[in-house]
């Protein structure tokens, strides 16, 4: 069975950093394409990036470049976010998702609080 | 950049009626490829994204015969044939012209029963 399992919510201050986990299982970590999704409280969904588990290669939305860095662990099958510089407009629940030519598997998401 | 624009934004439904909600694109969302990479969300409250519908028309595994995909090039369609209660919430679309570069989404059409 193919699970998605992210880390536990977070607080934290203008300025920090966060750094989201999202640990798969069930299928070969290494062959599909993660996906990084935020939503802010009562918004839409906002794409943020992707990682290629296999090769490393990242891909990351332009408003976002210079403050998200993705990256994985092939040996627990773990990918990770991490966002730095963060704003309360940064608020918001963060998603991963297994890319098959689509979102097919979402985690259960991480919801990060920007408050001083 | 593509943008997606879902229309009605908001659609009130009758139990057992039928519901359809558009996604027109600013471009075509022919991939390359010969792919078309758009899919349909289901966001149920307080729950994450579901997928529905992959590549324009397949449903998703354990996804309702009632819930179908159409379209081509910049014009798209989610159809719901018979509304049940389970089906409220928000759907979104989704693209991917550069996949798997990157994906933009529609603004979300919010389902609830009248």
């Known amino acids: 069975q193919v699970q998605v399992v992210q880390s536990g919510a977070e607080v934290k201050k203008p300025g920090a950093s966060v750094k989201v986990s999202c640990k798969t299982s069930?299928?070969?970590?290494?062959?599909?394409?993660i996906q990084w999704v935020r939503q802010a409280p009562g918004q839409g969904l906002e794409w943020m990036g992707r990682?290629?588990?296999?090769?490393?290669?990242?891909k990351y939305a332009q408003k976002f470049q210079g403050r998200v860095t993705m990256t994985r662990d092939t040996s627990i099958r773990t990918a990770y976010m991490e966002l730095s510089g963060l704003r309360s407009d940064d608020t918001a629940v963060y998603y991963c998702?297994?890319?098959?030519?689509?979102?097919?598997?979402w985690g259960q998401g991480t919801m990060v609080t920007v408050s001083s | 950049d593509v943008v997606l624009t879902q229309t009605p934004l908001s659609a009130p439904v009758t139990l057992g009626q039928p519901a359809s909600i558009s996604c027109r694109s600013s471009?075509?969302?022919?991939?390359?490829?010969?792919?078309?990479?758009l899919s349909w969300l289901l966001q149920r409250p307080g729950q994450p994204p579901r997928l529905l519908i992959y590549?324009?028309?397949n449903r998703f595994s354990g996804v309702p015969d009632r819930f179908s995909g159409s379209g081509a090039g910049t014009d798209f369609t989610l159809d719901i044939s018979r509304v049940e209660a389970e089906d409220v919430g928000v759907y979104y679309c989704?693209?991917?012209?550069?996949?798997?570069?990157?994906?933009?989404f529609g603004q979300g059409t919010r389902v609830e029963i009248k």
């Open positions: 590549k324009i028309s």
């Open positions: 989704t693209q991917a012209t550069q996949f798997p570069q990157s994906w933009t």
């Open positions: 069930g299928y070969t970590f290494t062959h599909y394409y």
């Open positions: 471009q075509s969302l022919v991939h390359s490829d010969g792919n078309t990479y």
């Open positions: 998702a297994r890319d098959r030519e689509a979102f097919d598997v």
């Open positions: 990682i290629h588990p296999d090769s490393g290669d990242t």
